[in-house]
């Protein structure tokens, strides 16, 4: 107890490429990686959800998806890792927390906490960090330049969507497909037809670091370069999205009844809506995550889309045409995003993206000692 009816709990509060999250060590938390019943209330308090006002002013987190993430490291449970990663999604309007799915920018911090924390010895230079993404089981290699024993900030590399540059971090997201469901293609199919609201939508449904549902943006209606503040503001547009989400997350096995589609893992899949790419791109996309347009694509969701380029007949494929292999230059709301995919007779081998992280605060974050008492009700 810190005093005034509030509880301390150790945390870092990082930033991984276009995402922040609280970070915690499992030791400092209360439960288990197998009792996460107390974890919730905290997570969701130390961001400040729920709040119906969808701005969380009574914590850290920043009322929008991308600003709303806790991850939990602790030692390794899988032979070729050396940290375990649980990712948490919290909702800004409710006190839903998700652990199902990922966050690739987040999942670039993970490699520069381990090393400042201590929890991997390293030699200065370029390091490997070792991740065990707990959710789906997955290894993802995070390359991370370390100086004086710590992880490197400065440097030159910039993303888009960030501003200034910071120092490169590499991560490759080995065998990301099935990270959800267990199959890159959980229907058996690169494309499909599918019924919302009434209407018949052709779209593609692909595991891949998270799991996506793909539709081409002139089946909706819209052009596919619209800002996310138009998406937003489109009369009934939202509302459609996340009925072709639920619809997808059925179809795909992410859940098994509509209630669990919204209320338990209102997250996933990510809704992806593509179309042709301008001048210097491969392909468009604006995605919907949490309900939210997001300013810039999440990082699982580019990954996603990557390896949906690879294959054949899926949406996507269509749209990039035969550009071969190599780097597939992703338009978003915020720039350019190159993504590197390889995908081996419909295997996805690997996905590697560079990010950038950058420790912003350590010490305690402060919580209501209610929410502790909420998950003993």
Known sequence: MSGGGQIGLKSVYMRGGTSRALFFHMDDLPGSMDDRAPWGPLFAAALGSPDAGGRQLDGLGGGISSLSKIAVIGPPTHPDADVDYIFGQVAVKDINVSYRGNCGNISAAVGPYAIDQGLVTVADGEALVRIHHVASGKIIHAHVHVEGGYAAVSGDFAIQGVAGTGSPIRLDFLEPGGSATGLLLPTGKARQSMMVDGQELEVSLVDAANPVVFVAAGALGMKGDEPPSAIDAA????????????????????????????????????????????????????????????????LTGAMCLAVAARLPGSIVAD???????????????????????????????????????????????????????????
């Open 235 to 298: 009369p009934g547009l939202l509302a459609l999205l996340e009925e072709v989400r639920v619809a997808a997350s059925l179809a795909m096995g992410v859940a098994k009844t509509q209630e669990e589609a919204r209320k338990l893992v209102p997250n996933l899949p990510l809704v992806a809506i593509v179309s042709q790419a301008p001048a210097g791109a491969h392909v468009q996309v604006r995605m919907i995550s949490a309900g939210q347009p997001h300013k810039a694509t999440p």
């Open 319 to 377: 749209i990039v045409g035969q550009t071969g292999p190599g780097t597939l230059r992703i338009a978003h709301a915020s720039g350019i995003l190159p993504v590197d995919a390889v995908v081996e007779e419909g295997v996805a081998r690997s996905v590697t993206v560079f990010r950038t992280a950058r420790r912003l605060m350590e010490g305690s974050v402060l919580v209501p000692a209610t929410a502790l008492a909420r998950q003993r009700t």
